[in-house]
C-alpha cells in the first residue's frame, strides 16, 4: 500500500517524499488508519519496521486538523527508554512535520537542563522525552503537561525492563484524563499487557511480527571459537570480508571500551557507546559511525536500543547475552526496512547454555561454523557465567547496596546513586 492511499495530508506527504519513501510498512499501513481515527493503539512490531512512522504521521495530522491559534501548549507527549532513541524520534517527528508549523523539543539527561528550560517556556507543541528528565522538569515546575491530547510510549517492553513503571506511573498523574494512547512494543508480555489494561481505552491491537521472532531478512550464523580469540577472529572476519560497518554488542561497559581499544589497534577504526560516557561524546561516536569515519561501534544492550541506522549491514554478539528477548532485540539492529542483513555471534564453550536458550526462544537451530584456524580446543571445558551487572534486572534494586560516594550528586540529576535503583538514568 501507498503512503498517499493510507488518508494522509499534502502537507505530510510531501515530507514522506523528500524522504525518499512511497511504499508504506505492515505496522504503518495498519496503525495510521486508526490512529488518525482517533483509537487507543496496542501495537506489536519488531525495531526496524517503521514504527517510528507509524506512530509519528498520524500524530501530526491530529494535531495538524485540531490546531488552534491560541497560545502553544504541550499537545503530544512521547515517552522513549534512552536519550538516543529520544534523540531520533524527535528527528523524525521534524523531519516529518517539515511542512507544518508546529515545535518539537527533545528531553533526556546528560545535558544541559537550562537549554531545555528556555526552549519550553518559548512554547512547544510536541515534547519527546526520557522519564527521569521529565520528572525532573515537573519537579521544577518548568514544564506543563495538562494540555496533553496524545501520549505515546515506544519501547513500552524496554522502559519496562529498565525500571521505569513507578517513572511512567507519576507522568500518567499529570495528564488530561481525556487523550489517545498509543503504545509500542516489541513484545507483548504480561507486565505489557498489565499496563496496557490500565492505560489504553478500548484499544486496536495490532502485531505485525509473530511474537520474538527475528527479522526475516536477517541471515544468522554461530562462529564457536575460544574465548581468547574472539577478538582475533572478529579483526580477521572483518578485514577479510571488508565489512564497512559493523555494530559489536557487549555485555558490559568496560567490556566495550577494551575491546573498541583493541580494534583500533588492530587498525580497525571503532569507537565504544555505553551509558558511562558522555552524552556529547555518545552522539559524536554514532554520528561519526553513520558517516563512515568510525568502522566500528562496540556498545552495551542499553546504549544501543533504539538506534536507528539506515542499512547498517552487520550486527556482531562479540558475547552472547543473558537474556534470550535481548537477542532479538540487537539483531533487529540489522535488516531495517526491508534491507538485508547479516547477524554473526561468537560463541564459547561458556555460553552454549545461552546458546540453547536463544534457540529455544526462536524454536529454530542457527547455523554453526568454525573458521579455519579458530577451531576451540576440545579440552577447554565450560565455566559459570555470572550475571554482573549488565543482567537485565539491573536498575531494578536487586544489587547489594554501596556506600555513598563521598561529595557525589544527589537527587535525579546525579549518577551515582546505584543503591536507589537510579542506574536506569546512565542510558
Not at 522538569?137 to 519496562?160: C, F, K, N, P, Y
Not at 527479522?215 to 562462529?223: F, G, L, T, Y
Request: net charge positive; charged share 25%; with cysteine.
Amino acid at each position: 500500500m501507498l503512503f498517499n492511499q493510507l488518508g494522509l495530508s499534502a502537507e505530510l506527504l510531501r515530507a514522506v517524499e523528500e524522504k525518499g519513501y512511497r511504499q508504506a510498512t505492515p505496522i504503518q499501513q495498519q496503525a495510521i488508519p486508526h490512529i488518525l481515527e482517533g483509537r487507543d493503539i496496542l501495537a506489536g512490531a519488531q525495531t526496524g519496521t517503521g514504527k517510528t512512522a507509524g506512530f509519528t504521521l498520524p500524530l501530526l495530522q491530529r494535531l495538524q486538523e485540531s490546531q488552534s491559534g491560541g497560545r502553544r501548549t504541550i499537545r503530544a507527549l512521547i515517552l522513549t527508554p534512552t536519550r538516543e532513541l529520544a534523540a531520533q524520534v524527535a528527528e523524525s517527528v521534524r523531519d516529518y512535520g517539515s511542512q507544518l508549523p508546529f515545535r518539537t523539543s527533545v528531553i533526556f539527561g546528560g545535558v544541559s537542563i537550562n537549554t531545555q528550560i528556555a526552549k519550553l517556556r518559548k512554547g512547544v507543541d510536541i515534547v519527546v522525552a526520557t522519564p527521569g528528565r521529565l520528572l525532573d522538569h515537573a519537579q521544577q515546575g518548568t514544564i506543563d503537561l495538562s494540555s496533553v491530547e496524545i501520549l505515546v510510549l515506544d519501547e513500552a517492553d524496554r522502559m519496562l525492563d529498565m525500571g521505569f513503571i513507578r517513572d511512567i506511573r507519576r507522568i500518567l498523574k499529570m495528564l488530561p484524563t481525556e487523550r489517545q494512547n498509543l503504545l509500542f512494543s516489541a513484545t507483548f508480555s504480561n507486565d505489557i499487557r498489565r499496563l496496557a489494561a490500565n492505560l489504553l481505552n478500548a484499544p486496536t491491537e495490532i502485531e505485525v511480527a509473530a511474537r520474538n521472532k527475528p527479522v526475516e531478512q536477517v541471515s544468522q550464523i554461530v562462529h564457536p571459537v575460544d574465548k581468547r580469540r574472539k577478538r582475533e577472529l572478529l579483526s580477521h572476519r572483518i578485514g577479510k570480508e571488508n565489512w564497512k560497518q559493523v555494530l559489536v554488542f557487549t555485555r558490559t561497559k568496560h567490556g566495550a571500551n577494551r575491546l573498541a581499544e583493541q580494534l583500533s589497534d588492530d587498525g580497525i577504526e571503532s569507537s565504544a557507546i555505553h551509558g558511562n560516557k558522555s552524552q556529547a561524546a555518545r552522539t559524536r561516536a554514532l554520528k561519526e559511525f553513520k558517516a563512515g569515519a568510525v568502522r566500528v561501534l562496540v556498545a552495551t544492550d542499553i546504549a544501543a536500543r533504539g538506534l536507528d541506522i539506515d542499512r547498517l549491514p552487520h550486527v556482531v554478539n562479540y558475547e552472547l547475552p543473558h537474556v534470550p528477548e535481548d537477542y532479538v532485540h540487537r539483531i533487529g539492529r540489522t535488516a531495517r526496512a526491508g534491507q538485508e542483513g547479516h547477524a554473526v555471534s561468537l560463541v564459547c564453550v561458556d555460553e552454549e547454555k545461552l546458546l540453547r536458550d536463544i534457540e529455544r526462544l526462536l524454536d529454530s537451530k542457527i547455523d554453526k561454523e568454525v573458521i579455519p584456524g579458530y577451531e576451540p580446543n576440545p579440552r577447554i571445558k565450560a565455566e559459570p557465567i555470572h550475571m554482573g551487572r549488565s543482567h537485565r534486572s539491573a536498575g531494578r534494586g536487586n544489587r547489594p547496596r554501596k556506600k555513598a560516594v563521598s561529595g557525589a550528586p544527589k537527587g535525579r540529576g546525579g549518577h551515582r546513586n546505584h543503591s536507589s535503583g537510579r542506574q536506569r538514568r546512565a542510558v
